[in-house]
């Protein structure tokens, strides 16, 4: 008897040990689309449910590229621009950063952010950048780079922000749009560092352009 549970238990082994073996190589198939496979989805329709100053909802129905139909509400929107504004003037190890508080109505609070603001159609990023800086805070900067592109939310909005760290401020006067009241701040990097080990600073584009540029000072 203790043979044939012996055995039997061997060969359970075995089949476990297959079948382990198996869904390995279909993960692994899976990771590598095959020849000529679609990176992005087929649209079969789109309806545009809204239509505002600031973007469009559509209501999209898809086949996504593993083949999957679908139907997506998706918000179409020409793209951000968030400034990393640093004034070096006074230390490069520990500089100062331009930040913003201003009243969110969709967060129903008051947040601290960088300067931020959407890019007009056919507009140079980095020309939407200088601008929006400029008109919000008046700085100007002699020093222009990209830090990191990213989407904030791609399960429904297509907006993409890009990230420029701006340096050689020069202060200026704000001529900040009808509709924005915006207080104006210089603030150690070590202190807004401390404002999001806090929770002081919510605001996602600040939150992530903030702790990549430490990350990369070695801060």
Not at 66 to 91: P, Q, T
Not at 130 to 143: D, F, I, N, P, V
Not at 171 to 198: N, Q, T, W
């Amino acid at each position: 008897m203790a043979k044939k549970v012996k055995a039997k238990r061997e060969q359970v082994q075995k089949k476990a040990k297959a079948g382990k073996g198996n869904a390995a190589k279909q993960t692994k198939t899976a990771k590598k689309p095959g020849k000529g496979a679609k990176m992005v989805a087929e649209i079969l329709s789109s309806q545009v449910v809204y239509t505002g100053p600031l973007f469009r909802v559509l209501h999209d129905k898809i086949i996504e590229p593993d083949g999957r139909r679908n139907e997506r509400e998706v918000i179409r929107h020409n793209g951000s621009v968030v400034i990393l504004a640093i004034d070096n003037s006074r230390g490069r190890k520990n500089p100062w950063i331009v930040i913003e508080r201003q009243y969110r109505h969709a967060a129903n609070q008051y947040l601290w952010e960088l300067p931020a603001g959407k890019i007009e159609p056919g507009e140079d990023p980095l020309a939407g950048a200088q601008r929006e800086l400029t008109e919000e805070t008046g700085y100007s900067a002699k020093k222009w780079k990209p830090l990191v592109e990213y989407y904030a939310s791609p399960g429904f909005l297509g907006e993409s922000m890009q990230v420029f760290v701006a340096e050689g401020l020069q202060a200026g006067e704000a001529h900040p749009e009808e509709d924005e009241k915006i207080e104006i701040r210089l603030v150690k990097l070590s202190d807004v560092l401390k404002m999001i080990e806090k929770g002081a600073i919510l605001d996602g584009k600040t939150l992530t352009s903030v702790l990549l540029y430490a990350r990369r000072k070695g801060v």
